[in-house]
């Protein structure tokens, strides 16, 4: 009875399936005796046995009872009038004060990202699938059964020691593999994070505008939000005109969305700050890997020495996003709570994908990887700056010495309209406006130029000019 | 200088690291003056190139700042004196209450499951790996770019399609794709809608014993859990004893853990019940796929014609639980709400997995896989209870007619000593006594027979005999 796939549901499945609708309508009431079979057969034109087995499903079910000589009887009450409440109209009346502040305010793009000037995505197509491919199918013909069993809400093993090798060396981490904890995405660490460390209505500092993703996880654990301002060297704050913050969210590497690096002198002093105050701070280093103009500063975490910093990678910037892997490093006590809450909240991540990707560390093909992307996206820049520097006297660029994208600063009140007549033209553009947690500031839109080549770089920026230039 | 991977950390690195402790350390004052570049050379025997890296590093990094002709300069204050806290202890006072209400209590077992009779998983032997790898490797190879950029929450709409087409055929699940929503496990529905339909405090049933990783997710949510009682007919409720739940989370098809399905008239009088008082119904359907006995009851979500049920549903028992794909059907107004909190707390699942899951039910696959290991799966509980006969003075098998394990009971004051006999022996046992909100009660193991095949049972019962017995 289970499953018929892809076969026809049977005459006797419509018949068990009608009879128990009419017996929850109240068409024949509890105890009333059912037509015998052989009647019901020939009113129907179907055959006996088919209504026999009908009628026994329902009896397994617990909707009739059958009496030998007797015959068939209704055996449940009809379902209670629906008292004029149309269908799923529980649903609206039923959200919790927390789950409304979680309903859709349009802070967080549609997925997916495509390709185009809006796009902070790599580009897809520079991705080795055929290696990957190989890699996937290995371990899944030889790969232990473990990898398809129930998994460590901390992370597979191998992943977790191939990622804090290279945070050491490249990102200037201090973590052992211990201290990493495998997550589904950056938004997971995050939001798992805030449940963890934050109580309703404990004050956060987010940089402001700031990233929408975090401030929906953030919102999610019942924060209360304080926008930071940032300026040239990163977050900047006045510490008597604000909360007291227990949390502390930034992105020191390349500051979402407007792209300064915080400088060594502010990483210092926040760090100090938050040591001082027991704050936890969040470093969100989501696309620090790509550093063009000079050597990478190193992580904040790895200046810290109170054990407050909660490092927080990803994978879908420098590999793909799809894969659904990214990582938070912190530190030791911190360790066992935070996969405790992985496991009350989702279990954990894919082993199988965490096993390819371990290999693909192991193997040396992620440094390739990110040696070959880093030059193509590299040039992509140089090639974008050039193209925008006609347009120089209306749009500012900043930022684009890192990352996927940059930023381009608008002329006051233009950010709007140039936005609604690049849509018009079927170009994307994201602009600052929804970033910011207070009064809107600067106006300008997020550019990236990892997706596009240089021809459709040049063809977006003519676009990009039309509509500037309102022709 | 990014990535050397693969390489000694080379000497100029080396010499960074150092100076850059040194002057957060306070070794150098802000302000003074470090050695010669040709003079710190000689000193330590190196080239005078590697100081000059060195020093240039540094001075892009913000810590030195150099003047020709004069020399180079510390340019940053050492850090704030530790205040004798020892490192991460900032963790131990930093959790939420919140957080510190996840932190492990020992009611989530370990993982990965293994194979024995401790074991409710899938026997991962059977499984088609080959089919799977070649599935997966035609959507590595072949699959459209927007499988690796990011995703729509809600789920790849081929595979909820599918599911809505397969719960429809053999759950009685009456949704279409809209309805469905992709999950990473059933662990994440439950944690998901508690978060969006309960505040902290809010009143919420399960049924004692029960499941634990629900209890972990509704803990998480902050709900206040009240155990309700199961007899043979499952949740059995006395309305006036009990205060009034916003959410019901029930396991109709096969109580976890005692193993009866609710009856017809009950689950009738439960949502009447939650109609009634504008209550949510989770009904899990965690292993109902496995019915050996008699035909499935169509799901509770099938009767609701309030909107109140929420049902829940999951690969993990039928293909594996690495797969990481589970999925909710919720009534349609729930639906934006329930995909912008997927999207704050994690963001959406793989679609890669998603697609290739998608074309093996497409294909007919999952339906004979079901097939198959439905069959082979009843001949291992056949083997099982007959297996257990001859202890039945001892052991009181139940729940065995449906899913992957059932339960034994056991003379009062047996489980701990015998459990803890059979971990003497080698034997992993679970027994009930965790599963209970309230007072323990009736004691006994979960015994599963899904992973071992004949001898192998006959084996692991002689081992349970030699327990029981004492020998």
Request: some cysteine; glycine content about 10%; charged content about 20%.
């Amino acid at each position: 009875m289970l499953l018929p796939q892809n076969v026809a549901i049977t005459l006797q499945e419509t018949l068990s399936r009608q009879l128990r609708d009419a017996i929850l309508a109240g068409t024949h009431a509890p105890g009333s005796r059912l037509p015998a079979s052989r009647a019901l057969a020939q009113t129907l034109g179907v055959s006996r046995v088919t209504v026999e087995a009908a009628y026994a499903r329902l009896e397994a079910e617990g909707y009739v009872r059958r009496r030998v000589g007797a015959g068939t009887f209704v055996a449940v009450a009809p379902l209670a009038p629906r008292q004029g409440r149309p269908s799923g109209d529980a649903a609206i009346a039923g959200l919790s004060r927390r789950g409304s502040a979680t309903v859709p305010d349009g802070i967080l793009p549609t997925m997916p990202w495509g390709r185009g000037l809006h796009a902070a995505v790599p580009d897809l197509r520079l991705f080795p699938r055929v290696l990957w491919q190989r890699l996937q199918s290995e371990v899944l013909l030889k790969g232990p059964d473990s990898l398809f069993d129930y998994g460590d809400s901390r992370g597979y093993l191998p992943l977790r020691q191939a990622i804090a090798g290279y945070l050491a060396q490249s990102r200037g981490v201090r973590c052992d593999a211990d201290q990493v904890l495998v997550m589904t995405s950056s938004q997971q660490a995050i939001q798992l994070l805030a449940s963890l460390l934050l109580d309703p209505g404990d004050v956060t500092w987010l940089e402001d505008p700031g990233y929408p993703g975090a401030r929906a996880a953030l919102q999610a654990a019942g924060a209360s939000l304080v926008g930071v301002p940032v300026d040239d060297e990163g977050l900047t704050w006045r510490e008597q005109a604000l909360p007291t913050p227990r949390l502390i969210y930034t992105t020191p590497s390349h500051q979402y969305p407007l792209g300064m690096r915080m400088s060594l002198a502010r990483r210092l002093a926040l760090l100090d700050y938050a040591r001082a105050q027991r704050a936890w701070v969040i470093e969100d280093d989501y696309d620090g890997e790509y550093q063009y103009d000079h050597a990478p500063l190193p992580a904040m975490q790895g200046l810290d020495d109170a054990g407050c910093v909660l490092y927080v990678g990803t994978f879908s910037k420098v590999l793909f996003p799809g894969l659904r892997l990214a990582y938070a490093v912190v530190p030791k006590p911190l360790v066992p709570a935070l996969a405790a809450a992985r496991r009350a909240f989702d279990g954990y991540s894919s082993q199988i994908a965490q096993a390819v990707t371990a290999r693909f560390i192991e193997a040396g093909y992620f440094a390739q990887h990110l040696r070959h992307t880093r030059l193509i996206y590299r040039s992509r820049r140089d090639v974008l700056l050039e193209a925008l520097h006609p347009l120089r006297d209306e749009l500012v660029p900043q930022g684009f010495d890192s990352g996927l994208r940059g930023v381009v600063r608008l002329p006051p009140g233009k950010e709007a309209p140039w936005t609604a007549a690049g849509k018009l033209a079927g170009l994307q553009l994201r602009g600052l406006a929804g970033l910011y947690l207070g009064q809107p500031g600067r106006e300008g839109w997020m550019l990236a130029h990892a997706t596009l080549d240089h021809a459709e770089i040049h063809e977006a920026v003519a676009q990009l000019s039309r509509v500037v230039h309102g022709r």
